[in-house]
C-alpha cells in the first residue's frame, strides 16, 4: 500500500512538473528523463522491498556504501568549486539526493547511527550542499535523538547539528535554473491550478510514510524520513534549492523511491 500510494502521489508531482516544464519550452529529452527517473525508481524500490531481514552488519554496510558515494562525488570536478554530483554518461545525479533517504531508513534503531550520522554530515557540508545537510541533519535528530542521553550520542548528534548550520555559511556561486529550482513559480506563471497540483501531490507524496502503515512511536524510520522529504521541499521556498518531484532533477526522484522501498523492507521486519 505504501508504494501504491506514495507512486500515485510522486507520479502526480512529477507530470505536472514536467507539464509545466514543457510549457517554458525545456527540451524534451529533459523532462522525459524525469518519467523514466519516477519508473526506474519504481523498480528498484520494488525491488528492494523484496529484500530478506537486514541485519545490523547488513544495514551498516549500506551506510557505508552511502558515505563512500558521497566520496566519489569529491572525484568529479564539480561546478564552481562545488562537489554534489557523479557524471555517468549525460546524466549528472546529485548524490546527496540519490542516496540518503535510503541511508536515513537503515540508520533508524541502530546503535552506531550517530556516528554515521556525523561522517555523512561531515561530507554534505564539505560539499557543500544547505538543503541536503539541513533535512539530513533534522532526520538525524529525530533518528538519534532518543539516544542523545549517551554521552558518545549526544556529542555526535551536537556535532550534526552545527555542521548543519554551518553548511549555511558557505558560498553557494551556482546560478538558480528555472525548472530546477524555480519549477513552482513557472508552473504558476502558467496557470495557478497547475502550480497548486503539483505542490500538493508533492506535499501528499512527502507525508506517505507517517500516513500510510504508520506505527507511531515504533516507527522512528517512517518520521525521520519525512521530516527529510518536507524540509528538502520546503527549502526551496527560501533559497535556491531543487525542488524535489516537481524540479527537473532526477535524482530526488530516485532517491525518495529508494527512501519507500527501504521502509516497505523495515516494516516488515517489524512485524
Do not use: K
Request: with cysteine; net charge positive.
Amino acid at each position: 500500500m505504501l508504494i501504491i500510494v506514495f507512486g500515485a502521489a510522486s507520479l502526480i508531482a512529477v507530470l505536472a512538473g514536467c507539464w509545466a516544464a514543457s510549457n517554458a519550452g525545456v527540451p524534451v529529452a529533459t523532462w522525459a528523463r524525469m518519467i523514466a527517473a519516477w519508473v526506474i525508481g519504481l523498480g528498484m524500490a520494488i525491488s528492494l522491498a523484496r529484500l530478506p531481514r537486514l541485519g545490523d552488519r547488513r544495514a551498516f554496510a549500506f551506510a557505508a556504501g552511502v558515505t563512500v558515494l558521497l566520496l566519489l562525488s569529491f572525484a568529479d570536478a564539480g561546478l564552481a568549486g562545488v562537489h554534489r554530483w557523479v557524471v555517468i554518461g549525460p546524466v549528472r545525479l546529485n548524490v546527496a539526493a540519490l542516496v540518503l533517504p535510503i541511508a536515513i531508513v537503515v540508520m533508524a534503531g541502530r546503535s552506531w547511527a550517530a556516528w554515521a550520522g556525523l561522517a555523512i554530515m561531515l561530507l554534505l557540508a564539505a560539499q557543500p550542499d544547505a538543503s541536503q545537510a539541513t533535512s539530513f541533519a533534522m532526520a538525524a535528530v529525530v533518528l538519534t535523538g532518543a539516544c542523545a542521553r549517551n554521552g558518545f550520542a549526544g556529542a555526535a548528534l551536537a556535532a550534526i547539528i552545527l555542521l548543519g548550520a554551518l553548511s549555511w555559511l558557505r558560498p553557494d556561486p551556482l546560478a538558480s535554473v528555472a525548472e530546477v529550482e524555480g519549477i513552482v513559480g513557472l508552473a504558476w506563471h502558467q496557470h495557478p491550478a497547475l502550480a497548486i497540483l503539483a505542490v500538493t501531490a508533492l506535499a501528499l507524496a512527502t507525508i506517505t510514510p507517517v500516513v500510510v502503515g504508520y506505527a507511531g512511536q515504533l516507527d522512528p524510520a517512517a518520521r525521520a524520513f519525512t521530516v527529510y522529504m518536507i524540509i528538502t521541499a520546503a527549502l526551496p521556498i527560501i533559497g535556491a534549492f531543487p525542488v524535489p518531484l516537481n524540479g527537473m532533477s532526477m535524482s530526488p526522484v530516485i532517491g525518495f523511491w529508494l527512501g519507500i522501498g527501504m521502509l516497505v523492507v523495515q516494516r516488515r521486519q517489524a512485524r
